[in-house]
């Protein structure tokens, strides 16, 4: 998968809100009700990330999920990236 150009990379962004782009990643950072409610949503977004063989890195501090995304065989942001991200929005937003 190849490396987006900057100028494709904020094209994409635009439907992306909550994201922003920085350092070669994809970056978001989601607030839960609870650390239940938080876990639940890192648990679905496992499944997504194993059916894509894409995973991001994660952090989760009681309920705050913070994620960023890259593809690191390409160095950077790639399409497959974005396809992550909107998995992860239809997750989060089934959440809320």
């Known amino acids: 998968m190849s490396k987006l150009s900057p100028e494709i990379i904020e094209q994409n962004m635009l439907h992306f809100p909550d994201w922003d782009y920085y350092e070669n990643a994809i970056h978001a950072e989601f607030e839960f009700e609870n650390f239940k409610d938080c876990f639940s949503a890192m648990s679905r977004i ?17 309920n705050v ?27 989060v937003e089934v959440e809320e």
């Open 65 to 91: 999920l913070t994620i960023s995304i890259s593809t690191h065989s390409a160095a950077g942001v790639t399409e497959k990236d974005f396809q992550l991200a909107r998995a992860i929005e239809a997750i």
């Open 46 to 62: 496992a499944f997504e990330c194993e059916a894509l063989n894409h995973h991001p890195n994660w952090a989760n501090e009681y």
